[in-house]
């Protein structure tokens, strides 16, 4: 199985500032990355596909970047609503698998 | 706008089979543009998937669940279903149906989500 490695674990950023999520894979995905938000008591909610193609309505400071095995979550000036959970996922190889997440908290 | 709504039991006896099914509105489980995928949650694992199915019956199976799993669709329902047979506590879990876009034939990403339900394994 490919093992996703999110880091850090838990990020603290202030609001307005930007905060940078990382996401390793143990061996090369292409661009075949999605990128999810949990807050708590939902579920999680899609936000970008092929590593950086944002889903309809994911508001424009969300950006993602990266191929192959390293890639990157951007939220250029966190708003309240984004202090969340963030998980990434790779669909190019079965089992399709998760990272274990970056908890994006509010310093 | 599409949604899916999880239901079953909350509660399973070990060694028993956990069952789960998935209601899907506003849209159709027959379309040929999506699977339909089941996906887990604990605090331990994180989140897990399980398996998806395509309204022809085609499936994809996690392998290390592959032995325990059934993943059935009934499209005159609209819906599709989990079965995991020989459940211990490490199933007890959060667990999530969603559709799994296929893009090139491929399924890919998983969007929406359903809001998820618990389910623990206890006797």
């Known amino acids: 199985d490919i093992v996703m490695t999110q880091s850090p674990a838990i990020l603290s950023v202030s609001p307005g500032e930007r905060a940078t999520l990382s996401c390793r894979a143990s061996?090369?995905?292409?661009?075949?990355l999605a990128w999810y938000q949990q807050k708590p008591g939902q579920a999680p909610r899609f936000l970008i596909y092929g590593a950086s193609l944002r889903a309809t309505g994911v508001p424009g400071r969300f950006s993602g970047s990266g191929s192959g095995t390293e890639f990157t979550l951007t939220i250029s000036s966190l708003q309240s609503e984004d202090f969340a959970v963030y998980y990434c996922q790779q669909y190019k190889n079965w089992p399709q698998t998760f990272g274990q997440g970056t908890k994006l908290e509010i310093k | 706008q599409l949604q899916l709504q999880e239901s079953g039991p909350g509660l399973v006896k070990p060694s028993e089979t956990l069952s789960l099914s998935c209601t899907v509105s506003?849209?159709?489980?027959?379309?040929?543009?999506?699977?339909w995928g089941w996906i887990r949650q604990t605090p331990g694992k994180g989140l897990e998937w399980i398996g998806s199915?395509?309204?022809?019956?085609?499936?994809y199976y996690n392998p290390s669940l592959k032995s325990r799993v059934t993943i059935s669709v009934d499209t005159s329902k609209n819906q599709f279903s989990l079965k995991l047979s020989s459940v211990t506590a490490t199933d007890t879990a959060v667990y999530y149906c969603?559709?799994?876009?296929?893009?090139?034939?491929?399924?890919?990403?998983?969007?929406?989500w359903g809001q998820g339900t618990l389910v623990t394994v206890s006797s």
């Open positions: 061996q090369s995905v292409s661009s075949n």
């Open positions: 199915i395509y309204y022809s019956g085609s499936t």
């Open positions: 506003g849209g159709s489980v027959s379309s040929s543009s999506f699977y």
């Open positions: 969603a559709r799994h876009v296929l893009l090139d034939w491929i399924p890919t990403y998983l969007d929406p």
